[in-house]
């Protein structure tokens, strides 16, 4: 698949009327300082017809008037503090074309070459960047990335959404709030949960990790696997067969805790050692009062279930599955509360600094998963349908998983499971067997 850069450029806002100032800023909230800071990609995959590039351009140019913080820069205000700097600097807008048909190109399997059908991640100033990939069957991919600080998943695909719509001549609707100073300490902060060693760390241990990175393994593989509805179905009831008369585990729980105990099989580990999971978990349905869904900015925490590898193989799959509805569900109201007191306030006076990192390339024994099931990822049309395919793009990070609704369309999923190449034949002999790992 070679592809053909046409053009490159900063495209702004288009604004109807007067402009507004461009010197005022956002300040990044607790739960923006607190997450990744990396570009994340995603791809999308149009049949003809699609529209013009010049009515998807001017569709982004509009909807950057209503989320202008995609538009600015992140920098810093008079007093040291980050923020995201409101100076309508503009993202990049990339035009390119293949020199095959996409039916040549698909289906399109995690790999390398997925890199080439969006803007490099590496060095990037601007907050947002798109490519336009128009292949010889008239066919588009629209590569997208968006830095993770200035917004979560949740946020970055309404956007998505709202560019759809400006395309379309619609009104952005529902408007995102903008608002991040609504995150404020209680007068008597309260310390309910420990969070230095689960959202911080301190730097010198940071500095010492970070000693420890592993570069990018070519033997790292991404391996895409299907989970069809009836295997599904079938996993939540075994996942949930010792539950009694209380309610189902969700379908996300079930087929975590099989993943789970599949890769950890796979890997071969010792029973001895301890494995966990990071979930993220959304705060604006948790906090009380609920935050509304048009919140614009990360509003994320994690749960970490944690056990030891030989208790997680040895015991059946509805253990492992409580592991993980228990760890999600103590990150509740009383949870991010106790998280924004200590963020505001022992964070600061310690100088403690994030876990969460996009440099480590190998997680083993741990697991990290981004869930996208619930994001309206497949809502963005630019006037002629929506996209038949969405995927992230080739993030070989070893134990870092994304889950994402099958183009199928029939409630079926699709993960992303990077491992090494030679874990991957255990993991793929075992990963639709509900006993094997009972055996």
Same mark, same amino acid.
């Given at each position: ?27 990044? !909230? ?25 009515? /998807?351009?001017? +569709? ?14 992140? +920098? ?25 048909? %996409?039916?040549?190109? $698909? ?29 010889? &069957? ?27 719509? *400006? ?74 067969? $010792? ?11 079930? %087929? ?72 999600? *569900? ?7 509360? !106790?998280?924004?007191?200590? *963020?505001?306030?022992? *964070? ?9 990192? $996009? ?7 741990? /697991? ?17 349908? &929506? ?15 994304? %889950?994402?609704? !099958?183009?199928?369309?029939? +409630? ?28």
């Amino acid at each position: 698949m070679k592809i053909k850069i046409e053009s490159s450029r900063i495209i702004k806002p288009f604004y109807e009327h007067t402009p507004p100032s461009t010197t005022s800023h956002i300040p990044l !909230s607790v739960f923006d300082k607190v997450t990744y800071e990396a570009q994340i990609a995603i791809i999308y995959a149009y049949h003809p017809p699609t529209p013009p590039n010049i009515a /998807i351009e001017l +569709g982004l140019r509009k909807a950057l008037v209503v989320y202008r913080e995609w538009g600015g820069r992140l +920098g810093e205000d008079e007093h040291g503090n980050r923020v995201i700097l409101l100076n309508d600097e503009g993202v990049r807008f990339v035009e390119a074309s293949a020199s095959s048909t %996409l039916d040549q190109a $698909m289906p399109f399997k995690p790999s390398p070459s997925l890199l080439s059908l969006h803007p490099s991640l590496k060095d990037v100033k601007e907050l947002v960047q798109v490519q336009l990939t128009r292949f010889t &069957c008239g066919s588009l991919v629209v590569g997208f990335t968006a830095h993770h600080t200035v917004a979560d998943g949740h946020s970055t695909s309404n956007f998505l959404v709202a560019w759809g719509q *400006a395309c379309r001549g619609l009104k952005v609707n529902p408007l995102p709030l903008h608002d991040r100073s609504i995150f404020t300490p209680r007068n008597s902060p309260l310390f309910e949960y420990q969070h230095k060693g689960v959202e911080y760390m301190s730097k010198s241990k940071k500095e010492h990790s970070l000693n420890e990175v592993h570069h990018i393994s070519e033997d790292v593989v991404v391996h895409k696997v299907h989970f069809t509805v009836q295997f599904l179905a079938n996993l939540k009831a075994k996942a949930s067969s $010792m539950n009694g008369n209380n309610k189902p585990y969700s379908t996300f729980e079930s %087929l975590l805790a099989h993943l789970w105990r599949v890769i950890t099989k796979a890997r071969g580990l010792s029973g001895f050692e301890s494995t966990q999971i990071r979930i993220s978990v959304n705060g604006r349905t948790r906090l009380n009062p609920k935050v509304p869904n048009e919140y614009f900015g990360n509003l994320v925490l994690w749960a970490f279930p944690t056990t030891k590898v030989k208790e997680l193989l040895r015991e059946p799959l509805p253990h492992a599955t409580k592991l993980i509805h228990d760890a999600i *569900a103590k990150v509740n109201n009383n949870y991010f509360r !106790s998280f924004i007191d200590f *963020a505001n306030t022992k *964070a600061k006076e310690e100088d403690l600094v994030p876990t969460a990192d $996009m440099n480590k390339y190998i997680l083993c024994p741990n /697991i990290e998963v981004d869930s996208w099931l619930r994001f309206p990822f497949y809502d963005l049309d630019f006037g002629t349908g &929506c996209p038949y395919m969405f995927m992230p793009s080739y993030f070989p990070t070893e134990g870092m998983m994304f %889950l994402i609704p !099958s183009f199928v369309g029939d +409630g079926s999923i699709d993960v992303f499971v990077p491992l090494f190449e030679d874990k991957l034949p255990l993991f793929k002999k075992i990963c639709y067997s509900l006993d094997l790992l009972e055996d």
